[in-house]
């Protein structure tokens, strides 16, 4: 339990600086912010009343103390378009981003596993220069160029799938393939690196030597010390398909917190922008600080200084 | 090291400086050619308003490596000079400056570039400067680590000894060491700005139309996907052979090198 507290001191100063630097976004747009929120032919009186709202017009310390007070209250402002409540546009948006993300890990896990092991039982014959041709290529396609290529081979020339959108259970296929094939090459080279190098381990040796199956040498005893730095790899890993999901669910119109980040940013409705950047950024801590968490856990020789 | 690495970057590197002497023209609107189809005329076809796309592909390619050195160029030397005094020094500065890369890795990915290039308004002036921002954090971070663990070095101690200043000592003694882990980082670091200055004019935050970019191409050419797949293909393929390229160039120099990343 102590250690547990201790971990989560840890992270405050990080989570401190995540909504200092976001609180300042909205003071980095050049010239007058609620000028460019509003355009050119808002009137002076709805500029006002908005700069009142936003609390533009107290000295800064006081605007981040209010900012702070009410995101602890739940209270992320308002969009300046529509008025809905942010913390609603998030509650609706944030399963969908969910969703699409934990499938997308699912997928390049069923991938990047499998193909990492064969490439490593395989070690520079056919199928390990298959798979590292294959990881190096999917590592060179950002989401916006592998996710239309998906779409025209899967939806267009082979019509199996919905092009985009969301109606149809169908829908997620595309975006988390597309989503999860980076992190799936990750993983074909951590498990292959990984596991080549537990192959040449004594206790591997030991394993043959006692005349085991070499199904049960791979498998139950070199597979196990393999997937260690793998499991912290998918943590890290975790964290950044929400960043990645930014683009996808823009390319498939999958209405998720991503999609929502672009579409407010085209739409200048700031305080929403922030809140998105706010949501992901805060999730991508809470998921690393827990994948240390897990792993100091799991393997005894790491401590926390 | 795989000689292709090194001519597929150059490729591009000579076709985007010498674009502007070729006389095309691609902001040049040609409405009986929309949606073209590749032929002898257009060898990659032309876009939805009928301009040539490999003229677009060459001016796009410009952008894009503009961005990238410059952004490299500017990040790698501040973000350097940030982690070599960090570290060589340490204290106070020090902390504060682990701090602020702590805050500034807390956001994943492209996301604080985004979101810095969506406060400070499109524009390739605003996107070098958002990308500005976010690229010093690993220059910093690699140097720090490296600047703290030859500070202990004899032959540092020794120039320390025979009195050399600091910034003596730092230049010729510490610098030349991180030379080859630096080249390392930089390149690798090319190639994810080619992605991210992509990834930024994807969503419409990078250089505005008529002028040329891989990225908004792939977002024109999304919408086109049935009729003209050519566009997607061609902006897409362009770049990956860029980003793949530049990342087996890394690898290699990498393990030419001996430095661990």
Redesign the interface.
């Known amino acids: 339990m102590r250690f547990l507290l201790r971990h989560l001191a840890s992270v405050l100063?990080?989570?401190f600086?995540?909504l200092?630097?976001?609180f300042l976004?909205?003071h980095?747009?050049?010239g007058d912010p609620v000028e460019?929120m509003l355009g050119e032919s808002a009137t002076a009186a709805d500029r006002d009343r908005l700069r009142a709202e936003l609390g533009l017009n107290q000295p800064l310390p006081i605007q981040f103390a209010d900012y702070l007070g009410r995101l602890a209250q739940g209270d992320f402002g308002h969009s300046i378009h529509t008025h809905v409540p942010i913390a609603e546009l998030l509650a609706q948006r944030i399963p969908a981003t969910i969703r699409l993300t934990l499938l997308a890990l699912v997928v390049a896990l069923m991938m990047g596993v499998p193909l990492g092991i064969i490439a490593a039982l395989h070690h520079n014959r056919w199928p390990d220069r298959g798979a590292r041709l294959f990881a190096?290529?999917l590592?060179?396609?950002?989401h916006?160029?592998l996710?239309?290529?998906l779409?025209?081979v899967f939806a267009?020339w082979l019509p199996w799938l919905p092009?985009s959108g969301m109606e149809t259970g169908a829908s997620i296929v595309l975006p988390a393939l597309t989503l999860a094939c980076g992190l799936a090459a990750l993983l074909t080279r951590m498990t292959r690196a990984s596991l080549l190098d537990v192959l040449g381990e004594d206790f591997v040796r030991t394993a043959r030597a006692k005349g085991l199956p070499e199904r049960t040498v791979v498998l139950r005893h070199a597979l196990r010390a393999a997937l260690l730095p793998v499991v912290t790899v998918v943590g890290l890993q975790l964290?950044?398909l929400?960043?990645?999901a930014?683009?996808t669910e823009?390319?498939f119109g999958w209405d998720g917190v991503g999609r929502l980040?672009?579409e407010s940013?085209?739409k200048r409705d700031?305080p929403v922008?922030q809140a998105c950047?706010l949501v992901?950024?805060l999730a991508?801590?809470a998921v690393n600080r827990l994948t240390d968490f897990a792993y100091a856990r799991l393997d005894p020789r790491v401590r926390f200084v | 090291m795989k000689s292709w690495s090194l001519v597929i970057p150059l490729f591009w590197v000579v076709a985007a400086a010498v674009a502007p002497l070729l006389g095309l023209q691609p902001d040049v609107i040609h409405l009986e050619h929309i949606l073209r189809t590749p032929d002898w005329d257009a060898w990659l076809g032309s876009d939805d308003l009928g301009r040539d796309i490999l003229a677009r592909l060459l001016a796009g390619a410009r952008v894009s490596l503009t961005v990238a050195m410059t952004v490299t160029v500017v990040a790698g030397v501040a973000g350097t000079l940030l982690g070599l005094v960090s570290g060589y020094f340490g204290g106070w500065l020090d902390r504060l400056l682990m701090?602020?890369t702590?805050?500034?890795q807390?956001?994943?990915?492209?996301?604080?570039a985004?979101?810095?290039a969506?406060?400070?308004?499109p524009g390739l002036g605003n996107l070098i400067l958002a990308l500005c921002l976010t690229s010093w954090v690993g220059y910093a971070r690699l140097t720090r680590a490296q600047a703290l663990s030859l500070r202990a070095r004899q032959h540092v101690e020794a120039a320390r000894a025979l009195g050399g200043s600091p910034w003596y000592v730092m230049r010729r003694h510490v610098l030349p060491l991180l030379a080859a882990p630096l080249i390392v980082e930089a390149t690798y670091g090319i190639?994810g700005l080619v992605?991210a200055e992509?990834?930024l004019s994807?969503?419409?935050?990078g250089i505005q139309p008529p002028h040329a970019s891989w990225?908004a191409m792939?977002?024109d050419?999304?919408r086109y996907?049935?009729v003209a797949?050519h566009y997607?293909l061609a902006?897409?393929l362009s770049?990956?052979s860029l980003?793949?390229a530049v990342?087996?160039l890394g690898d290699g120099l990498r393990d030419a090198w001996d430095v661990r990343t």
Do not use: C, H, Q
């Open positions: 100063p990080v989570v600086g995540v200092l630097l976001t976004l909205l980095m747009v050049p460019v190096l290529t590592s060179a396609m950002p916006f160029w996710g239309p290529l779409m025209l267009l092009v964290g950044s929400l960043a990645g930014v683009i823009t390319v980040l672009v940013i085209e700031y922008t950047v992901i950024a991508y801590v | 701090r602020v702590d805050v500034f807390a956001f994943p990915g492209i996301l604080l985004i979101a810095f969506a406060v400070l308004g190639a992605v992509a990834s994807f969503l419409g935050l990225g792939l977002r050419g999304v996907l049935l797949p997607v902006a897409g770049l990956m980003v793949l990342n087996v």
